[in-house]
């Protein structure tokens, strides 16, 4: 992870120096505005996998001598057969749809939307999958 | 059939003790987030765009229909909401859910007070930035009036959207913590990655009220 964070952080420091050559060149408000936010974006991930690597230290990825094995195992929890998403995505869609095509729909899509965040959020915390 | 736990669902030990593998819902949240910036890099660039094309003069003029010290007032309440869910943080991560002492002794809350804090001022940011919007609205300035409205709208109006949904996320995991019989890892993880949120909605509105309100 530590060569992750190096990564970002090159990259970080490609886009902080565009910033302003950009802006030289070319006085464009919206790209600079752009490759400063993107200095943001790969700044931010740095900060994050940088803060996290001096917390949890190196993994497997960072040594020379580390084997694939070293990085098996869980590497998260993703609820397997959960119909939420798709009803979440589903009432998002219609949302969406809405706004573009005709406001009356968001009406009917709100209430599906709602349903799936909470569904999907709550889905452990409620029912016949209740475990907490 | 209620009571027992399948194993495809049950979480296996908390992955902070799993070593040198950071937890994976804060690392989606953090690449999330940062992809969240680049949409908001497209409104700055709407706002700039739109000024050097109106000239800057339309844009300080239309900028003087703007309430500043309303706005400051507000940013200070939404800045100050990141300290009370920073603390609700603290307090997940002691796996305190609840207060221990009385509502008045602030160093014996749990999770739960500190996030009712963050959202009541969350909230109260809400309602200020309603206001704002029917008072320009009231003065002849809606988002169909010029270009400076349609930027001013649109940038402060997805970042109220962001704080909303922001709320939204405080009660979701507020409910949680009411609907779970103990405070899970899973709540846990879910408090951090919505401060995470919180915090990242914070930073924008400074920059949003930097150069909206300040620079002009």
Same mark, same amino acid.
């Given at each position: 992870?530590?060569?992750?964070?190096?990564?970002? $952080?090159?990259?970080?420091?490609?886009?902080?120096?565009?910033?302003?050559?950009?802006?030289? $060149?070319? *006085?464009?408000?919206?790209?600079?505005?752009?490759?400063?936010?993107?200095?943001?974006?790969?700044?931010?991930?740095?900060?994050? $996998?940088?803060?996290?690597?001096?917390?949890?230290?190196?993994?497997?990825?960072?040594?020379?001598?580390?084997?694939?094995?070293?990085?098996?195992?869980?590497?998260?929890?993703?609820?397997? *057969?959960?119909?939420?998403?798709?009803?979440?995505?589903?009432?998002?869609?219609?949302?969406?749809?809405?706004?573009?095509?005709?406001?009356?729909?968001?009406?009917?899509?709100?209430?599906?939307?709602?349903?799936?965040?909470?569904?999907?959020?709550?889905?452990?915390?409620?029912?016949?999958?209740? *475990?907490? | 059939?209620?009571? =027992?736990?399948?194993?495809?669902?049950?979480?296996?030990?908390?992955?902070?003790?799993? &070593?040198?593998?950071?937890?994976?819902?804060?690392?989606?949240?953090?690449?999330?987030?940062?992809?969240?910036?680049?949409?908001?890099?497209?409104?700055?660039?709407?706002?700039?765009? %739109?000024?050097?094309?109106?000239?800057?003069?339309?844009?300080?003029?239309?900028?003087?229909?703007?309430? =500043?010290?309303?706005?400051?007032?507000?940013?200070?309440?939404?800045?100050?909401?990141?300290?009370?869910?920073?603390?609700?943080?603290?307090?997940?991560?002691?796996?305190?859910?609840?207060?221990?002492?009385?509502?008045?002794?602030?160093?014996?809350?749990?999770?739960?007070?500190?996030?009712?804090?963050?959202?009541? %001022?969350? #909230?109260?940011?809400?309602?200020?930035?309603?206001?704002?919007?029917?008072?320009?609205?009231?003065?002849?300035? &809606?988002?169909?009036?010029?270009?400076?409205?349609?930027?001013?709208?649109?940038?402060?109006?997805?970042?109220?959207?962001?704080?909303?949904?922001?709320?939204?996320?405080?009660?979701? =995991?507020?409910?949680?913590?009411?609907? #779970?019989?103990?405070?899970?890892?899973?709540?846990?993880?879910?408090?951090?990655?919505?401060?995470?949120?919180?915090?990242?909605?914070?930073?924008?509105?400074?920059?949003?009220?930097?150069?909206?309100?300040?620079?002009?």
């Amino acid at each position: 992870m530590k060569l992750t964070a190096r990564m970002f $952080l090159i990259i970080a420091v490609f886009f902080f120096l565009d910033v302003p050559l950009y802006w030289w $060149l070319s *006085h464009d408000p919206t790209g600079t505005a752009a490759l400063t936010m993107a200095f943001g974006l790969c700044g931010m991930i740095y900060f994050y $996998l940088a803060f996290t690597v001096r917390r949890i230290g190196p993994g497997p990825e960072d040594r020379d001598d580390a084997e694939p094995h070293e990085g098996a195992g869980e590497q998260g929890f993703f609820s397997p *057969h959960s119909w939420w998403p798709f009803v979440l995505a589903a009432g998002g869609a219609a949302m969406f749809t809405g706004i573009a095509v005709g406001f009356w729909m968001c009406y009917f899509a709100a209430p599906f939307l709602a349903y799936g965040v909470y569904g999907l959020v709550f889905e452990y915390y409620r029912g016949e999958n209740k *475990h907490y | 059939m209620a009571a =027992v736990a399948t194993a495809t669902a049950t979480q296996a030990a908390p992955a902070h003790r799993v &070593p040198n593998r950071p937890n994976l819902v804060s690392v989606g949240t953090i690449v999330w987030l940062a992809s969240e910036l680049m949409f908001f890099a497209a409104l700055f660039a709407v706002y700039f765009t %739109l000024r050097s094309v109106n000239g800057d003069e339309v844009f300080k003029a239309n900028a003087g229909h703007l309430n =500043v010290p309303l706005s400051a007032v507000n940013t200070i309440i939404l800045v100050s909401s990141s300290f009370p869910c920073q603390f609700g943080v603290f307090a997940a991560e002691r796996h305190q859910v609840s207060r221990t002492g009385s509502i008045l002794n602030f160093r014996r809350y749990g999770m739960r007070e500190w996030y009712a804090w963050a959202f009541v %001022l969350g #909230a109260v940011f809400i309602a200020l930035q309603v206001y704002e919007y029917s008072s320009l609205v009231k003065d002849g300035h &809606p988002i169909s009036e010029n270009a400076w409205t349609s930027a001013f709208y649109l940038a402060t109006g997805f970042h109220g959207l962001h704080v909303t949904g922001g709320l939204f996320a405080f009660l979701m =995991v507020l409910g949680r913590t009411y609907k #779970a019989r103990r405070f899970s890892h899973d709540q846990e993880v879910a408090a951090i990655v919505v401060s995470y949120y919180w915090h990242f909605v914070d930073v924008v509105w400074i920059g949003l009220f930097s150069v909206i309100y300040l620079i002009k």
